[in-house]
């Protein structure tokens, strides 16, 4: 017998997704409501199949390594059943016979053991190779969808198809992959000798395969939505448990820990339920299908029996037969349970292939050109944008900045300038107007190339759990350590930088949770410092930087956008008040365009926001 | 392992009932060979029809009686195993969010998650297999060895042999498996943190292009896991077939035996088909066996990672009694305050912090990155605990407090935006539960939020995405700030809440705090000279330790350090211009 596991493993923690009511948020969020069946279930398996394409070599050597194995199994109970007729009861044993079938059977014992083995070696390797496929393929998708995809969605759900639902496909292929195939084998071979040794008693066995499929279907319909409700409980549960613990800190800062868990446990409860119900529903099949089995077992001893003292069979087909049944059974109830296993690991495929369905950003037009050594002249021409169609962040601007200027935003928060940010790197694309840089309009160039031509100080940083020395080269992996170390210099991140004891080798852990705010910034900083991009972009950078540091940084800046154009957003006047061009925006206008001079004069908005700043000043 | 104890106790009894159900199952399917080998050695050896069927007869009531114990045993397994899986999440989650900061920055947040829904799953599942197969296996085993045993001593002498060679190769298995699968689950980690980081990082790859680095980052990583999952897979895939051989091999050595003994007629041949039966089952149960302790080993490691969680102590002293406060509400004092992360003396980010901050008062903190500001701020709501000096507010300690009490006093708007998944409504009653929609409203006005708020197409409905993503930095910080002030704090706190507002609207935020808030205490923390110029005295941090302490203009006469930070935003021409203005 090959080395089938028996085994129904318990439940799985299939992958969870969670799904939040969004009304009309960004990016193509499907709804699904959690009681669905896995819809698409041949759909599904078609396509988790072409992942198995590649591993068509493999796959044919299992594939004739079970055959060879099943071959085996199927004639092993057929030589015991010959050494038992060797010693026919209250006769001689006839000792020739038996020798040679203890050969046989011992050479065949190796040749099991050996392929089982061999099986197992090469199933390991193709689902691993499969599952790191599939999660390569995510994580790449994942590079390709636009920002907006991201905006629409909760970390802890995407965290949850990549992580939960990717487990969930693994541990189902690596179960049900060789029991499939050597299932099927398995139970067709074991037919066919069963029929060769006795057609009636086969008929005998058989009548209980009709009940078996009826348990299965009828199981199997109510643990496939059950199995559903589960992931989606999961989900919901994955996306509580990563926000409270990532923001860990406001929910002790508002002694919100009580509350949280009171949300956790409604949700564990929940889940409890669901998968309380699951599992009853999947307990009721091994069991059920023993009674049938045992029946099936009974019906041969009987009838066996029966034929036997007609003198129509020997003892010794019985007992070949019964090692046949059961050996008949195994197959079959295996294929029940991998029927069930593979509802909750078709739903978690399903989740997977939802992302790899989505919308990508849109591709460069063919005729795409790269943006090389831009000069930096941008125009906005009647640009309007929202993030939601009925919602218009920004209207109708319309402004120019010529190579090697800087140019200031400034305006209250929302008014939407980051926005316009958003729109010169093409992370959103604009809703009416043109957008040009040299001229061209930026749609005609390649994204990667436009992207590239800018260096960004965001107000989020980003750095990631690596040496500080990765994060800088982040800006251009090509460099030098001494060129490195100069951008931090130039940063003035050197400072803090040469009094950690590892330098810069550091590690930094988690999204750089290790350093202070400030300190990331500068990092952040050095990083543009080293990519020196063409045009510069910084979205008030520096506000949680101190003003002492600051202005250390502004002279460093200051020579870094020397004949390149930059977009400073600022809130700090005395930051933008160098500047060549300055914009005063709210609700999504152009309110005051101008020099700093000239907008002084001009006694409008920027001259209250200024004035506003010194109020307080006195006779300091 | 220890915390594994608590669900011990709790859980046995239902534990022995199902394993009891899982005896008689086991029981009802050991009588079947017995029975067939009666069937065929008295039944039909000597012709005896009506005997066959009683005994065929018999077989199906034993199954069926066998059944019913299955599913009374596999309910009561699952109800067992789910309840624990669920119990043990939520200990976790509360062990997890009682533990202090110190304690939570040892561990990987993203680790952290995994232990919570996969290692926790991993245990589950265990304890679940353990009830429905995992134990019927080695009870199956024991039972078939007893029956065949008794069937026949001469036989058994195989299984002398056997048995032993079949439990080593299983400690051997065991004893391989476990520090593979803890190498296995680090590398899951791993994949799952660099995820994770994408996730909270997509514009900055996008601005800097890195998406070829990113992907190869995840290639090593995901490579990584691959390779150890595999290797840890096929180290132990050779145990099962050798123990199969093993069993085998006993078969065939039985066969022979059996063949001298028909021989001799010391052996009968329905003995000899049934003893092959019994080790068929000993067989199949041992490769259940053998799948157990696989099982075993990868819950081991997931429960060691959760031991570790459990096993974390918490340094502070214990919460010592509530007492009434008899100070002024809403004074601060630190009097000689240290502070280190590590408690060494050496690596004190705070050192010598000695100041009072009256009731009502509104104090300006300012200084250069990573001079202390944040981390002196946190001390208050208690996040760590001073590590020399003493910390007062409302005239008491703060480590007489319960923390709880000492958090309803304060209101904290951090430096980071933090707002969760729900509505603008939701989010700013999270600071007090009791609040109804008109204070809720007054505390948006007063931040300067409830315009832009009131703009959006479902106003205080608008749902908000994983740090509120439609909205700008500025705005999710004006919410935030409602969030603080709808709790009606003693003490407000503001960490650098302001950086991303304008100047206009920041002045209107103070105006309307000073109006609203006559006898709460505030504490600004900025960058911007301009936020702090005004209040009624400002904190200068250098370094860690107090460099001025004044109001503006005592400091802009006597503070060096200040006078730095002045010029270095205002700049002196600055200083002109601006007077040049007013005077017109």
Known sequence: MAGQTNGYKGNQAPGPFLRMGRPGGGGAARFRGPAEKPKQFKGTLKRLWAYFGRERNGLSVILALIVADSVLTLCIPYFIGRAVDAMPPGRKVHFNLLEIMIFVLTAAYIADAVLTFLQGWLVAGVSQRIVQRLRSHLFQKLQKLPVSFFDARTHGELMSRLSNDIDNVSNTISQSTTQLMSGVIALLGTLMMMIILSPVLTVASLCTVPLVFLLTRTIAKRTSVLFKNNQAELGRLNGHIEETISGIEVVKAFNHEEKAIKKFEEVNQSLLKVGLRAQIWSGFLMPLMNVINNFGFAMVAVVGGVLALKGMITVGVIASFLTYSRQFVRPLNNLANIFNVLQSGVAGAERVFDILDEKEEPEDAREAIVLRDPKGHVVFENVSFGYREDVPIIKNISFEAKPGTRTALVGPTGAGKTTIVNLLTRFYDVTEGRIFIDGKDIRAYTRDSLRRSFGFVLQDTYLFSGTIKENIKYGNPEAADEEVEEAARLAHADIFINRMPDKYETILSENGGNLSQGQRQLLAIARVFLAKPALLILDEATSSIDTRTERFIQDALLSMMEGRTSFIIAHRLNTIRDADHIMVIDHGQIIEQGSHDELMAHRGRYYHMFYNQFKNMGEG | ?584
């Not at chain 2, 502070?316 to 280190?340: Q, Y």
């Not at chain 2, 960490?495 to 309307?512: C, F, G, H, P, Y």
Request: hydrophobic share 45%; glycine share 8%; charged share 20%.
């Open chain 2, 1 to 584: 392992m220890h915390f594994l104890s608590k669900y011990a106790k709790k859980y046995w009894k239902l534990f022995s009932t199902a394993v009891f159900f899982l005896m008689c199952e086991a029981l009802c399917d050991l009588m079947q060979p017995a029975i067939l080998s009666k069937i065929i050695d008295v039944g039909v050896a000597s012709r005896n029809m009506p005997y066959v069927l009683k005994m065929g007869g018999v077989m199906l009531f034993i199954t069926a009686c066998g059944a019913v114990a299955a599913s009374l045993r596999s309910t009561l397994a699952s109800i067992v195993s789910q309840n624990f899986g669920a119990e043990l999440r939520s200990d976790l989650f509360r062990k997890i969010q009682a533990l202090s900061f110190q304690n939570i920055n040892r561990f990987d947040r993203a680790s952290l998650i995994t232990r919570l829904t996969n290692d926790v799953t991993q245990v589950q599942s265990f304890i679940n297999g353990l009830m429905r197969m995992f134990v019927k296996a080695p009870l199956l085993a024991i039972g078939a060895l007893i029956m065949a045993v008794r069937l026949d001593p001469q036989l058994s002498v195989v299984l002398a042999v056997v048995v032993p060679i079949v439990i080593i190769f299983i400690i051997v298995n065991m004893r391989l498996g476990f520090p593979l699968f803890m190498k296995v689950q680090k590398a899951l980690d791993r994949v799952n943190g660099i995820m994770r980081e994408y996730l909270s990082g997509v514009r900055v790859v996008k601005a800097f292009n890195q998406f070829q680095f990113e992907v190869e980052k995840f290639s090593v990583a995901n490579r990584r896991l691959q390779e150890r999952s595999t290797s840890s897979i096929r180290i132990m895939s050779i145990f099962s077939p050798a123990i199969l051989l093993t069993v085998n091999f006993g078969i065939v050595a039985i066969l022979w035996m059996g063949g001298f003994g028909v021989n001799n007629g010391t052996m009968k041949v329905g003995h000899i088909i049934a003893f092959i039966n019994y080790m068929t089952q000993i067989s199949t149960s041992l490769m259940m066996i053998s799948m157990v302790f696989n099982m075993f080993v990868r819950a081991r490691a997931s429960t060691f990672r959760i031991g570790e969680v459990f096993a974390v102590e918490e340094k502070t002293s214990p919460n010592r009694l509530k007492h009434e406060v008899t100070g002024e509400k809403g004074r601060i004092d630190f009097e000689n305050v240290t502070f280190s992360y590590t408690g060494r003396v050496q690596d004190a980010v705070l050192k010598n912090i000695t100041f009072t901050i009256y009731p009502g008062e509104t104090v300006g903190i300012i200084g250069s990155t990573g001079s202390g500001k944040s981390t002196l701020v946190n001390l208050i709501p208690r996040f760590y605990d001073v590590t020399g000096g003493s910390l007062k507010v409302d005239g008491m300690d703060v480590r007489d407090f319960h923390p709880h009490d000492l958090r309803e006093k304060i209101a904290l708007v951090p430096q980071k935006n933090i707002l969760f998944t729900g509505s603008v409504r939701e989010n700013i009653q999270w600071g007090n539960d009791r609040a109804g929609m008109d204070e809720i409203e007054r505390a948006a006005r007063l931040a300067e939020a409830h315009d832009f708020i009131a703009a959006a197409p479902e106003g205080y409905d608008t749902m908000i995405g994983q740090s509120g993503v439609n909205f700008s930095g500025g705005q999710k910080q004006r919410i935030s700030i409602a969030r603080a002030l709808v709790r009606h704090p003693e003490i407000l706190i503001l960490d650098d809440s302001t950086s991303a507002v304008d100047v206009a609207t920041e002045m209107r935020i103070k105006a309307a705090l000073k109006r609203y808030a006559k006898g709460m205490t505030c504490l600004l923390i900025a960058q911007r000279i301009t936020s702090v110029m005004d209040t009624d005295k400002i904190i200068v941090l250098e370094k860690g330790e107090v460099a001025g302490l004044g109001t503006h203009e005592e400091l802009l006469r006597a503070s060096h350090v200040y006078q730095e930070i002045y010029q270095s935003q205002m700049g002196k021409e600055v200083l002109q211009d601006g007077r040049t203005n007013e005077r017109i």
